[in-house]
T-cell receptor
Framework: DTGVSQDPRHKITKRGQNVTFRCDPI?????LYWYRQTLGQGPEFLTY????????KSRLLSDRFSAERPKGSFSTLEIQRTEQGDSAMYLC????????????FGAGSRLTVL | AQSVTQLDSHVSVSEGTPVLLRCNYS??????LFWYVQHPNKGLQLLLK??????LVKGINGFEAEFKKSETSFHLTKPSAHMSDAAEYFC????????????FGTGTLLAVQP
């Protein structure tokens, strides 16, 4: 098992473009989380999936953001009409349903919006 | 609502000297608390976790933390710093809800001087 994989690791885009990030969790994990981390801050929760169901979304997740987890395996996070304020590291994590909330994080996808 | 406050944004120590990274928590119930470490260009890695068992928790790489309910603190310590310990450290609390999402502090950047 190679852990949680995220792709791409870096993305530079122009304001107004759409971007999509992919996360491949640890295969046995049925929970998947997306977090956003801006410079000098800790990660902030964006959204959460239990299998294929998206069960919670943060108010940080505006209408321009959409996340999916088809078939309860990999997940995608799409940002439409990017803004400079979207520049951040987008982190994916996965876990079992039990296990004292121990999340395994990927290395993240860094987005720079010019 | 659950929250954590990391009292120092930067800590600098000399190699071989003790490390102390301070964290206070706020929680309306007995919390699950964690310390994660983030090395540059790497994913967040779990150092240790407290889940209402022993109040002194031992983690990886010689780190440990003590849960003190009376002081609402969960400070991270290590007897002797190593150059490889230089990284950003996050104190984290679980929100305790069905989502079991994690709430991160703002981080402490540890520098280790030779």
């Amino acid at each position: 098992d190679t852990g949680v994989s995220q792709d791409p690791r870096h993305k530079i885009t122009k304001r107004g473009q759409n971007v999509t990030f992919r996360c491949d969790p640890i295969s046995e994990h049925n929970r998947l989380y997306w977090y956003r981390q801006t410079l000098g801050q800790g990660p902030e929760f964006l959204t959460y999936f239990q299998n294929e169901a998206q069960l919670e979304k943060s108010r940080l997740l505006s209408d321009r953001f959409s996340a999916e987890r088809p078939k309860g395996s990999f997940s995608t996070l799409e940002i439409q009409r990017t803004e400079q304020g979207d520049s951040a590291m987008y982190l994916c994590a996965s876990s079992y349903s039990s296990g004292a909330n121990v999340l395994t994080f990927g290395a993240g996808s860094r987005l720079t919006v010019l | 609502a659950q929250s954590v406050t990391q009292l120092d944004s930067h800590v600098s120590v000399s190699e071989g000297t003790p490390v102390l990274l301070r964290c206070n928590y706020s929680s309306s119930y007995s919390p699950s608390l964690f310390w994660y470490v983030q090395h540059p260009n790497k994913g967040l890695q779990l150092l240790l976790k407290y889940t209402s068992a022993a109040t002194l928790v031992k983690g990886i790489n010689g780190f440990e933390a003590e849960f003190k309910k009376s002081e609402t603190s969960f400070h991270l310590t290590k007897p002797s710093a190593h150059m490889s310990d230089a990284a950003e450290y996050f104190c984290v609390v679980s929100d305790g809800g069905a989502t079991n999402k994690l709430i991160f502090g703002t981080g402490t950047l540890l520098a280790v001087q030779p």
